[in-house]
C-alpha cells in the first residue's frame, strides 16, 4: 500500500506506549476489515510529528478481496489526516523494508516574516534571511558515499554509518524553500541534522566545511541543531520493481 | 490589518454564542495588548469553516505603538491558525467594511480518487470526473452585472441583489481545481451556490443554461447545492488606495 499521512497528531509511525501511532490505526482498521490479527511492515519508521507523502506498508491476510480494493476499504474508516493512495496484491516474498532500493525525504521551509496558518503543521518557519545558495552549496557535499555517524542521533546503534546519497538539492517557490534528498538509506534523525546544519550554515552562523569535516569524525555536538520533524516528509520510496514518484508529483504541491 | 487564518477550528469571522469566531480572538488580544475594550471592524464576514488569504479589518485604539508594529505583537498571543500579515496606521476615516471597491473569493476542489490529508482542511474533495471546460464556461457567464437574487441564501434580507461580476474563472493544476472570482460584492452564501452549480455542470447533472435563466428569477431550489465551506477563501480586498493582492501572490501556494 502507498500511505499519505499528515503526522501532527501522531507518536510516528510505529506503535508506542505513549500516544497514537499511524501503523497502530491503520493495522486497527485492517482488523476491523480482515477480522484477523493483521501486522503491518512499513518501509521504515517516521518520528512524531513527521510526514508521508507517499510512504509504503505491507501486510499478510487470508482475505480475498482483490488487493486494489483495500485503499478504497480502508479510507472509509480511516481520519482524515491518514490516506490510502493505493493499494495492490503483491509477491508473498515482497518485503517493503528489507526490499528498499532508494529512499527519498522532503523538508519544507517557510522563510517569511510571519508564519502560515495554513503550512505551519508541515514546515519549519524561520523570520530570519536564509542565504539559500549557500545552503544549496552545502546540500550538495552530501552527494556520494560517506560516514554519517556524526549525523545520528547519539544513542542509537546501527552496524555501519556508510551511506550513499544520490541527490541532495534545495529548491525555492516564492518564500517557501524546499529540500529533497535522496539515498541508499538514512540514519536515525539524519535527514533532521542534516537540515539543521543547512539551516546555521544558511544564517551564516557556520561555513560548508563543518559538514565535510563531520565525514571524518563521530562528534554530534560539531554539527546543526536537529530540525524540527513538522517539516520533514517521506517523500518517495524505490524499490526494484516499484516506485512511489507518481504519488508525489500529480501536478500540484501535495501539501 | 491584513489578517489570514484556517477558519476550520471557527464558527467564522463574527462573534457568536454557540462557538469561538476570529474576530473574538483577535478583539481579545487586542484588549490585552492595549488595556482597552477594542472592537475590531472586518471587511466582511465569513461563515464557520471558511478560510481568509487576506482579509481586511481595523480598529479605533489610544495606544500609541507605531502601527507596523501591531502584527508582531499580536502573532506572539495569537493561535497559529490565525496571522496578522500586516498592519499600518490608517486615515481615522477608513472603514474596513464600507470602504470596499472589490472583493476576491478563491474555491479549491481537489479532484481525485481520493482525498489528501494535508489539503482535506482547506479544500472541497470530489472524486467524480469533472467537466472542467464546462465550468469554465459556466464560469464566465457570472461576468457582468446581474440580479444575483437566486443566488443567495433563503432568508438573508438585502437593499439590492444586483452585484457586479468583474473575473470569474477556473484554473488547474494537476488535480487541483481552483475558482477565482473577483465582484463588487456579494450576497449571503453566493460564492458557495455559485461553486454548487458550477460543480453540478461540471458533473453534467445540469447545463449552463440554469445560470443564464437564474439571472431572471429568484428560485434558489432551482441552483446547485450550496458547496461546502471549507474550500473557501477570502482571497482578496480591494480599496482606492488599499490593495492585499501581494498577500495572496506570494510566490507559492499559500495554503
Known sequence: MVIQYDG???VGWQRQPNGLAVQEVIENELSKLTGEHVTLYGSGRTDSGVHALSQVAHFDTEVRMPGEKFCYALNVGLPRD???LYSEETDPAFHARFDVQKKS?????????????FLHRCSNHIHYHLDIDAMQSAAKLFCGEHDFNAFKASGSAVDSTVRTIFASEWSKEGELLC????????????????VGTMLEIG?????????TSAFGHCDRTRLGVTAPAKGLFVARVQYSDFDTADFVNRGYRCF
Not at 525525504?105 to 522563510?111: D, G, I
Not at 544564517?203 to 559538514?211: G, K, P, T, W
Request: one cysteine or more; glycine letters at 4%; a negative charge.
Open 8 to 10: 501532527t497528531e501522531y
Open 105 to 117: 525525504y522532503r523538508y519544507y521551509v517557510l522563510n517569511s516574516t510571519h508564519d502560515s496558518p
Open 82 to 84: 491518514i490516506r490510502i
Open 203 to 211: 544564517l551564516h552562523r557556520c561555513d560548508e566545511s563543518v559538514i
Open 179 to 194: 529540500y529533497d534528498v535522496t539515498g541508499n538509506g538514512f540514519l536515525y534523525n539524519m535527514v533532521r541534522i542534516m
